[in-house]
């Protein structure tokens, strides 16, 4: 599988920022992140969880999948399996990882998204985020711990889920072996 260089990722979150006309420190104050992290993750010094990216992405009005758009886009788009791009969440205070295995590629103006999430054993998201916007997974593999709102979810394998992406969310991997969710969400935000 194709991953992500972090490389790529820092660069962009600086192009995108440099074209809001936003100052490191605005950025980091609107995020709730510290100038100095921010600075480390656009410099490839530190990787964001997924709830810190989110919010990034968030600020600077794109979204994580513009981050790692294919520019050459058609009208059909087929991933043979191995071959998916792959987005990597590896959070500096996480020592487990979140792969996104893209399902769809970005466009301008797509209505829907879809990506298989492989999450590590012990691994989360980093923390609820809301945004709007509708959510529908089908747990494929392992166990997974989705909190929506107040309630926590226990999943596993044959297990689906429907929620409102207004509400707060949140999710880990509480099992000993990796977990793999089928996960759409519309608009895209990812």
Known sequence: MRGIEFKELGIK????RKLKRMRLKDVASDVGCSESLLSKIECDKATPSLRILHRIVTVLDTSIASLFADPAGTHVTLYRDGERP????DATDCPDSIRLERMTPYSEGQSLEANIHVVSPGATNG???NHVGEEVGYVLEGEFELTVGTTTYQLKVGDSFFFRSELP???RNPG???ARILWVNSPPTF
């Open 169 to 171: 969310h949140a999710y």
């Open 176 to 178: 000993a072996v990796q």
């Open 86 to 89: 792959v987005i990597v969440i």
């Open 13 to 16: 979150l600086r192009h995108a």
């Open 127 to 129: 923390g609820e985020i």
